[in-house]
Antibody, heavy 123, light 115 residues
Framework: EVQLVESGGGLVQPGRSLRLSCAASGFTFDDYAMHWVRQAPGKGLEWVSGISWNSGSIGYADSVKGRFTISRDNAKNSLYLQMNSLRAEDTALYYC????????????????WGQGTLVTVSS | QPVLTQPPSSSASPGESARLTCTLPSDINVGSYNIYWYQQKPGSPPRYLLYYYSDSDKGQGSGVPSRFSGSKDASANTGILLISGLQSEDEADYYCMIWPSNAPRFGGGTKLTVL
């Protein structure tokens, strides 16, 4: 059974940093691209970042480019999102999502999602 | 502002069909893209439903009933999710998605109410 478990969310002041983690199990992690997708309270879905199976291809939404860094550790079956210079508009539930394929941006779709970790940016 | 336009809400009765639309901007041709659909129930993550490119190129998500299907209306530059034989458990938010570039784009979502 595929499982994606996010952690690292919390309340943080504007301008500060936070690192999210996603622990994956139930599939061969290094065969698939991985992504972060967020959802502000009561709002729709917004793709944040994606990374190919071997970290060779990475992408970011314009709204986070230069502030967020995605990475993965295939030996630990883990995905990360380093979030710096956080803003109030980054407040959201952050989902870790498994790509259908190994590549980015040739991921096609997200076939499994975690339950999300909530990030609240507020003073 | 989402690239893809979805009606905020829709409703239908049990047993009826629901037709949810996802309209692309005029500079993006619906005929050139896979349209992906997700379902999200309150308090749960999104669930992948299906994708539709053409009648000969489409795919159903794992465990997704065949009463969920996709199509396109090229004249309206729109992707369509059709849910037939509506059941109470189909009440949810539905999102469409495309990959027009290196960044996937979601629609704003449609809240489907099963009356």
């Amino acid at each position: 059974e595929v499982q994606l478990v996010e952690s690292g969310g919390g309340l943080v002041q504007p301008g500060r940093s936070l690192r999210l983690s996603c622990a994956a199990s139930g599939f061969t992690f290094d065969d698939y691209a991985m992504h972060w997708v967020r959802q502000a309270p009561g709002k729709g879905l917004e793709w944040v970042s994606g990374i190919s199976w071997n970290s060779g291809s990475i992408g970011y939404a314009d709204s986070v480019k230069g502030r967020f860094t995605i990475s993965r550790d295939n030996a630990k079956n883990s995905l990360y999102l380093q979030m710096n210079s956080l803003r109030a508009e980054d407040t959201a539930l952050y989902y870790c999502a498994k790509g259908y394929s190994s590549g980015y941006p040739d991921t096609y779709y997200f076939d499994y999602w975690g339950q999300g970790t909530l990030v609240t940016v507020s003073s | 502002q989402p690239v893809l336009t979805q009606p905020p809400s829709s409703s239908a009765s049990p047993g009826e069909s629901a037709r949810l639309t996802c309209t692309l901007p005029s500079d993006i041709n619906v005929g050139s893209y896979n349209i992906y659909w997700y379902q999200q129930k309150p308090g749960s993550p999104p669930r992948y439903l299906l994708y539709y490119y053409s009648d000969s190129d489409k795919g159903q998500g794992s465990g997704v009933p065949s009463r969920f299907s996709g199509s396109k209306d090229a004249s309206a530059n729109t992707g369509i999710l059709l849910i037939s034989g509506l059941q109470s458990e189909d009440e949810a938010d539905y999102y469409c998605m495309i990959w027009p570039s290196n960044a996937p784009r979601f629609g704003g979502g449609t809240k489907l109410t099963v009356l």
